[in-house]
Structure formats: C-alpha cells, structure tokens
C-alpha cells in the first residue's frame, strides 16, 4: 500500500480509534505451497492496551493448515470509502472537466503473527471478550465450558490471537489539496449524501487545512 507524507495518520491514536469501530476485516495467510493466499472475512475485536487482536474461525477452516505452516498474516481493513468526481477536484481557472477523479479512503493494515488458541477456558474468554465488545448491551449467556448454551460449541471454533508486530495506516482525504478544493469537495460530499459520504466528509475537513494538516504536494 502506498502512503504519502500526507496520508499518514497524524498520530497513533487516529488509526487506533478507527480500528476500534472498523471492526470487520479480511484476514489474509500465505497460501500452502503452490497455492495462492487464502483471504478471510471476519469479525474481530482490537486491544491497543496490548496490541493484539482477537477473533475465531470455525475449526474446518482452509486457514489453518496455513496459518500452522506460515503464522505470518495481514489482517487488512478498508471503510469510509468514496469516489471524489473529477469537477469537485479541478484547480481554479482550469475548466471542470479538466479534474482528476479519485477515491477518499481509510485503510490500516496490520501485520501479525498469529497464535492459535485451543485451550477451552481460554477459547471461552476470547468469545467473551468479543461478545463485549459486539454486543455491550447484553442479552445473550456467556460461553463457558461444559456450561450451556455454548459450552459444548466450543470444540467447533479455534481461537485466534494475533500479535501485532507492524502498522501501516493511510487516510486518503485529499489533505494536500488546495483549500478551495477541498471545501468544493466537501460541499460536493454532503450535496450528494451517499452511503459513505459523510463519514469521507468527516475525515476530509479533520484533515484538511482548517485542521492544520494539509500538504502542497
């Protein structure tokens, strides 16, 4: 992933509380020999405190043999995303049609090792500890071993843990533009008021020149 100067989070905390509520990624894993890398979509919870990410795949999964052989894995995530026309991005006294399109978007990636979790007490804390953060308002049991409702589920799932040893965040939000083509863009954002758009808005005025982050390149 390329990262510009400008692209770069402003500090760790930025990625680390988007990270904190982007909690669906795809977890990737260097393939057997002569296979290509297996890609996983999951759920996963993120401690800063630790550094370590937490989440569970169901035993028959193709990953683990993978994961056994290679505990090197990219966990990547994605969101915010849009498409910026190309008129909202034309320079001043050039004509509109002129503009670069291109894509705002949030991305980090996590580099990990990935460590395996069997043991069936701690197999049960891992799901607690998720189902906090899923679901903080409560409503279901909790996992336990040999306890029902998901004791005896447990032999179904592995446990996953995945050690964090690199960070590499982007924040595309055009922060290198010119002012008033970063104000045409947020105009043009909320005009539209698609899906994404106005959490791109948001982060395209945070890190734009009112926010004392713009570039010149």
């Not at 002569?34 to 370590?52: M, W």
């Not at 994961?67 to 990547?76: G, K, N, T, Y």
């Not at 982007?170 to 106005?198: H, I, M, N, W």
Request: proline share 10%; with cysteine.
């Amino acid at each position: 992933m390329l990262i510009h100067p400008w692209d770069t989070p402003q500090d760790d905390t930025e990625w680390q509380q988007w990270l904190a509520v982007h909690d669906f990624g795809q977890l990737v894993v260097n393939g057997l020999p002569g296979e290509a890398p297996y890609s996983q979509p999951a759920h996963f919870v993120f401690d800063p405190g630790c550094g370590d990410v937490l989440t569970h795949l169901a035993r028959p999964n193709p990953v683990w043999p993978a994961i056994e052989a290679d505990p090197r894995v990219l966990l990547s995530v994605v969101d915010d995303y849009v498409h910026v026309p190309g008129p909202w991005q034309a320079p001043v006294g050039t004509p509109s049609e002129h503009g670069v399109p291109t894509s705002f978007y949030a991305a980090v990636q996590l580099h990990c090792t990935a460590h395996p979790v069997d043991d069936p007490v701690l197999k049960a804390e891992l799901l607690n500890r998720q189902m906090a953060h899923f679901q903080p308002e409560g409503g279901s049991a909790e996992a336990a071993v040999g306890e029902a409702p998901f004791g005896r589920m447990l032999s179904g799932i592995r446990g996953l843990r995945l050690e964090v040893t690199q960070v590499r965040a982007k924040f595309k939000y055009g922060s290198q533009k010119p002012l008033d083509v970063q104000e045409r863009t947020a105009a043009g954002l909320a005009a539209r008021g698609g899906p994404r758009d106005e959490a791109a808005r948001v982060h395209h005025l945070r890190r734009g020149s009112a926010g004392g982050h713009a570039g010149t390149g």
